[in-house]
């Protein structure tokens, strides 16, 4: 989240696209409805009417994997109304923080010139060459800016071209949407580009889970840059996490592609840590651009020196030569390609800690096969789970798999001290209230025990890399303590021993060290800040509650908050300001970095947007795998062509060809189906499917499905049902419901349904998995699975 | 100063954390159930479920609706749970609950047929750990929310109302909840032009107030839930050890603090001589007792019986075939 979860209350409209927070978000519906209560209105877009949806004030179907298309149409909606109505929007916010006025590259084509493409595309190798998705540059190398938004070159006009075909009609032809509503929700959200009203925007995996989902979210980025809500109190783009420390097993590196902190990962192209530091430090010739990564050298150093202490030398590179490397052309560490290797043969072992795969794995048939290709597994939780009973599931001869499987039995949340990072980026310490029961250990003491073990292995047989192991400084004693680990995290001055106050003292030189520089100052000589309590409102009383726990970075409850106020410090919103800038001072939250206002010191100040080499937020991002822009694609599977342009599918993502990869088609396969989670189960079911209480609210795998299609195929309310897809087929309950319509696509029929994903065969509650049915393909940007729009077909058992 | 719960349907989202939370504070076990088509489970009230949600999807000009309509004991001020115990286990809290003492309880389910919201269940002495039932066990006796009593003694809400995310159930002094459920309902008129307070007048006034949105039928609540007229309970279907636990002193033969005029069961006359007997002047709580008077035989004497025998029988079937699960 760019915010945080209580100032949701801030908001003056909430879309929840993508999400189902009164459902998988419970807590966080109490600031929806502090929001509510304070007059916001709450918009509920989503391809079923859920529970969220039923507490909306406005409530829109829209077919799965069609986001683009519907924020699309959403974007040429303000686009038109700025030249319309001016003074509804925040020009100055567009102009001077987002790079709407920058100049690309003259041979820039975009999805408009090229049927559903942008320029560089090679079909082969189905990758872009983004040789003119770049700036110009003027004679200092700084990027050129046509503040009048003129030029036809600049981003702003380029927007207006890419989105000019998502006229209304044509969007609700691919959504589904019913034309009068739709309108009614552009008129609605869009109202919040005015300064001083915030919109806000609640996704999920409902966005994540698609081949072209990082566009999708990229389309919201753009409608809340376009419409001056990112930065201010009651806006932003707030993804809602969907376990309670995602955020924080993100931001220590459970992602494949990074090291902690989001600090890039060596590849073999980075033979030295100088070639490293050259390649993941970005530059600019621009004065006022803070361009934060250019301390990427500082923090590198920082974490290697955390790791491997003394053995970390300037004359050894700082230990940069024990990290392995990720192999160019691109080896993919990410989960379907982690399956896919383990299919072929290539992997030999893998740990699950806390993790479930034969439930909640994407074409999950093909990756409990996998789990038998390996010589071991170790499963790391609470119950025995399906993934480490995969071995005796049902129809699979257990004398057949040669599989070795350890099962660890792991304490859980209650059982452990630590801390935990939620989805507004707050890290906030837990104690231990009870034992963990019989031979359950906490995760930190599992993993010491392995290290300290491997440590013994290598010390006396070596091996390959034996150094990266063996120089490791881990001293954490036999029973481990958490805030030796959390104080390693934060680092420390080594000159002195002291912890450090925060991540503007590391050194690039050996003689500080931080596990992970986002962290650095979470705790520091005066304690641990992610133990504070104090509920005090804080500031201006828009909830940033300074004194609860701690947030990173360096305390920063809303990031891009320079972007809440205009050129001279003011606050677009007086109501609701997060940083005023007062008497020579920022006043309020922790301010994006301290330099004074745009217009108060034009020499010294310094962009808002402070992560990016141009400091300013980027409509056109030319970072992304599969264009700078959003565009509507369908699905991998869909029922229906393209109406957009003869692009069918995201061009830039992988497609895998196992043996056990199929792709269904609509003549065979005519029905769109989807998966999401209830709030009585919990992810891949390993804990809730073993309380009696949850059990006892929903007992069983079910299967939502519209009235008229139940009529079609003669199914009744309660009656057993089978969903295929070419992957595979499970039964449930059909809960025949008028929350499900429906769809009317460029004049079509289009049947929709949907189906909880949380079961599996252990556990007090069984039933089939919703991933027997899901494609082995992901995001072309982040890999992840596109669990949320594929084709079936439904018949009564 | 009575206490109430406030429960605001406009914000009940159907998350059903009052249940678990119910369930988990005092130790009630779940109950077998099975997906029939919908999200709602199990499937009524019983022994074991003092609290549940009601589903109900209802289309109206096109939209779609999805009711959560919570069920679970109402506290009357004028409860007809108390009025027909003819074991006066059943009473009124000062602070304007109603109480149940299972320990007096023999099973008759008079409670059970006569509720006009069909809340309270009869099931077996040993369900959860946290209600002790020992005299003269095993036996059946009736269950329902019983307002979280010893949370509530202690200053604290209610499970229920701790646990809800959107903050639809609240907890509080009466008369405050009363002011701020009128407030709602008159905020939610201009959307909900049948929004409605349930409970500030019916039965004497609720203490468990709802604010609803829709038609009150839509909720499947009695519309002007009146208290009748019931039949007196036939003193020769009083258990031996009941009478026996009064004899040995185990009970007292009225308990201390009820009140006759809440009763159509006429008290021993010797209960009330004793020092044991009614104290005080008449609360709130027993104030409709007196006005409407006590001890009317209805008509309905022989169907009663029949009705009582069957939803007892068939109870006692459910339980035989969940525990033979």
Redesign the interface.
């Known amino acids: 989240m760019t915010n945080h979860w209580s100032d949701i209350a801030n908001s003056d409209c909430m879309i929840a696209i993508g999400s189902n927070p009164?459902?998988n978000h419970?807590?966080?519906?109490?600031w929806?409805?502090a929001a509510k209560d304070k007059g916001a209105k709450l918009i509920s877009v989503d391809p079923r009417?859920t529970?969220?949806?039923?507490?909306a004030d406005i409530?829109v179907p829209m077919r799965s994997g069609t986001d683009v298309a519907f924020v699309g149409g959403m974007i040429k909606y303000v686009l038109d109304d700025m030249d319309a109505n001016p003074e509804n929007y925040n020009m100055v916010y567009v102009t001077e923080y987002t790079n709407a006025p920058y100049l690309i590259h003259p041979d820039f084509k975009g999805a408009a010139d090229l049927d559903g493409l942008f320029s560089g595309y090679d079909a082969n190798k189905r990758s872009y060459d983004k040789s003119t998705w770049q700036y110009q540059l003027d004679e200092n190398g700084i990027p050129k800016r046509d503040k009048t938004l003129q030029d036809p070159n600049c981003v702003f006009q380029l927007l207006k071209k890419q989105f000019a075909r998502y006229d209304a009609d044509k969007v609700c032809k691919i959504t589904g949407t019913p034309k009068d509503t739709y309108l009614e929700i552009c008129r609605e959200y869009c109202a919040t580009g005015k300064p001083g009203k915030a919109g806000t925007i609640m996704y999920a995996m409902g966005t994540t889970q698609h081949t072209n989902g990082t566009q999708m979210i990229r389309s919201y980025a753009i409608l809340q840059l376009l419409l001056g809500n990112v930065g201010v109190a009651g806006g932003g783009i707030n993804a809602l996490r969907g376990e309670s420390n995602v955020q924080g097993s993100t931001d220590q590196c459970l992602l494949a592609h990074i090291l902690p902190g989001y600090l890039s990962q060596p590849t073999n192209k980075d033979e030295t840590l100088e070639k490293l530091l050259q390649r993941a430090t970005p530059t600019t010739n621009d004065p006022k651009s803070a361009n934060w990564w250019q301390h990427y050298p500082k923090y590198m150093v920082s974490l290697l020196k955390a790791w491997y202490g003394d053995a970390a030398t300037k004359d050894n590179e700082f230990g940069y030569q024990y990290l392995p490397k990720t192999t160019k052309p691109y080896t993919d560490y990410s989960w379907i390609a982690l399956f896919e290797a383990m299919y072929a043969g290539e992997i030999k072992g893998l740990m699950c800690w806390g993790q479930n795969p034969a439930v909640c794995g994407p074409n999950v048939n093909m990756e409990r096969e996998s789990l038998a290709k390996l010589d071991w597994l170790v499963a790391v939780d609470l119950w025995e789970t399906e993934t480490a009973a995969f071995w005796k599931r049902p129809g699979v001869n257990p004398a057949d798999v040669n599989t070795e499987v350890f099962l660890l039995p792991a304490a859980c949340s209650y059982e452990k001290e630590g801390s935990v990072t939620n989805s507004g980026r707050w890290m906030q310490w837990r104690y231990k209230a009870i034992n963990p029961p019989d031979d359950a250990e906490d995760d930190l003491w599992i993993i010491n025990r392995l290290v300290l073990k491997l440590r013994e292995l290598y010390t006396n047989q070596g091996g390959p890399n034996a150094d990266a192991i063996t120089k490791l400084t881990w001293n954490y004693g036999d029973i481990p303590d958490p805030n030796v680990v959390a104080k390693e995290i934060n680092g420390y001055d080594l000159t002195t021993g002291m912890l450090l106050p925060s991540f503007t003292k590391l050194q690039d030189d050996g003689t500080t060290s931080s596990g992970n520089w986002l962290y650095c100052a979470s705790y520091t000589e005066d304690g641990n800040m992610s133990a504070r309590r104090d509920p005090t409102p804080g500031p201006y009383n828009v909830g940033l509650t300074p004194g609860w726990a701690w947030c990173w970075p360096v305390n920063r409850r809303i990031i891009y908050n320079r972007a809440s106020v205009d050129l001279d410090g003011v606050p677009w919103d007086k109501e609701h300001p997060v940083i005023w800038w007062k008497n020579g001072k920022w006043e309020g939250d922790v301010p994006d970095g301290g330099w004074p206002p745009m217009a108060v010191d034009p020499e010294n100040t310094r962009y808002p947007f402070i992560m990016k080499p141009e400091g300013h937020a980027r409509l056109f991002g030319m970072g992304r795998a599969d264009g700078p822009f959003p565009e509507h694609y369908e699905p991998w599977e869909s029922p229906v062509d393209n109406l957009m342009s003869g692009q069918q599918n995201d061009p830039a993502f992988k497609i895998w060809d196992s043996d056990m990869d199929h792709k269904g088609t609509p003549d065979k396969y005519p029905i769109v189906a989807t998966t999401y989670r209830?709030?009585?189960h919990w992810q891949a079911g390993q804990m809730s499917r073993n309380l009696?209480?949850?059990?006892?609210?929903?007992?069983?795998m079910?299967v939502e499905l519209s009235e008229e299609l139940a009529a079609e195929k003669g199914i009744a309310?309660?009656?057993k049902v089978i969903v295929e897809t070419a992957r595979g087929k499970v039964e449930g309950?059909?809960?025949?419901?008028?929350?499900f319509k429906p769809f009317q696509i460029n004049g079509s029929t289009v049947h929709e349904i949907g189906m909880p994903w949380h079961w599996g065969y252990t556990g007090l509650s069984k039933g089939d998995s919703a991933n027997m049915l899901t494609p082995h393909v992901g995001d072309a940007n982040t890999m992840i699975p596109e669990f949320k729009a594929f084709l079936c077909n439904i018949s009564k058992a | 100063m009575s206490k109430a719960l406030l429960i605001d349907t406009s914000k009940c989202m159907g998350c059903r954390g009052c249940q678990v939370s119910c369930k988990q504070w005092w130790e009630l076990p779940a109950v077998s159930t099975t997906n029939e088509g919908s999200y709602e489970n199990p499937p009524n009230l019983s022994a074991e479920t003092w609290n549940k949600i009601k589903f109900k999807e209802i289309s109206s000009n096109g939209t779609v609706k999805w009711i959560y309509t919570r069920q679970a004991c109402m506290h009357c001020t004028a409860a007809v749970c108390v009025k027909v115990c003819p074991t006066y286990a059943r009473g009124y809290d000062d602070l304007g609950y109603v109480t149940v003492d299972q320990e007096r309880c023999i099973g008759c389910g008079r409670c059970v047929i006569y509720c006009p919201f069909q809340v309270p269940q009869i099931g077996g002495h040993d369900i959860s750990p946290r209600i002790k039932v020992e005299i003269a066990t095993p036996r059946a006796v009736t269950y329902n929310c019983n307002f979280c009593i010893d949370r509530v003694e202690d200053g604290l809400t209610t499970a229920c109302a701790k646990t809800c995310p959107p903050g639809a159930i609240l907890f509080g002094d009466r008369n405050d909840l009363v002011e701020q459920g009128r407030a709602r309902v008159n905020e939610l008129k201009s959307t909900y032009p049948q929004a409605y307070l349930y409970g500030e007048n019916e039965l004497g006034g609720l203490h468990s107030m709802y604010i609803l949105t829709e038609d009150i039928s839509v909720y499947g609540l009695p519309e002007n839930p009146t208290v009748g007229t019931y039949p007196d309970f036939d003193q020769a279907d009083i258990p031996a050890w009941y009478t026996q636990a009064i004899a040995d002193g185990k009970i007292p033969a009225f308990p201390w603090g009820a009140r006759p005029e809440w009763y159509i069961q006429e008290p021993p006359a010797s209960a009330l001589r004793g020092p044991q007997g009614p104290q005080g002047e008449p609360g709130e709580a027993g104030g409709w007792g007196q006005a409407l008077g006590w001890g009317g035989v209805g008509a309905v004497v022989g169907v009663v019986a029949v009705a009582l025998s069957w939803i007892i029988g068939r109870r006692m079937g459910q339980e035989s075939k969940q525990a033979g699960k």
């Open positions: 009164a459902e419970p807590a966080s519906f109490g929806v409805m009417f529970r969220t949806s039923s507490k409530y209830v709030v009585e009696p209480w949850l059990v006892e609210l929903m007992p069983d079910f309310n309660g009656d309950v059909a809960v025949v419901t008028m929350r």
